[in-house]
């Protein structure tokens, strides 16, 4: 989902770049796009997608990430169950191994 709102993102700024463009034909230059790429802002299919309006990286408040980890359980009191098509029962622990959010893990 990441890569699909930076090519999302990159879209969006070209068409921004191109309706502001001032010489015939929407012809605009790299850096024209990164600047109208770091003006950008949508809801993509990882949240609200925003930029630092001076480096361009993602702004850490709009970016989250979750690691997790799936592993037998240890015990029957700590329990998932999943039946599969086939139906076959398939018991497993999901635990947090590490949560991104505000620019912290």
């Known amino acids: ?3 699909y709102d930076a090519t999302i993102a990159l879209g969006l700024a070209a ?3 191109a309706n502001n463009a001032t010489s ?3 012809y605009f230059d790299g850096a024209t796009h990164f600047e109208h790429f770091k003006q950008t802002t949508f809801q993509g299919a990882t949240g609200e997608v925003s ?3 001076v480096t361009g990286t993602r702004d850490v408040a709009s970016a989250q990430s979750l ?5 037998p359980p240890e015990n029957s009191n700590n329990n998932s169950n999943a ?5 076959i029962t398939v018991r ?4 947090s191994a590490a949560h991104y959010v ?4």
Not at 83 to 87: K, L, P, Q, R
Not at 102 to 105: A, S, V
Request: aromatic share 16%; proline share 7%.
């Open 15 to 17: 068409c921004s770049a």
């Open 83 to 87: 039946t599969t098509a086939d139906g």
């Open 102 to 105: 505000n620019g912290k893990w």
């Open 24 to 26: 015939s034909g929407a």
């Open 92 to 95: 497993q622990h999901v635990s």
């Open 67 to 71: 690691v997790l980890n799936f592993f």
């Open 1 to 3: 989902p990441f890569m």
């Open 51 to 53: 930029f630092d309006p």
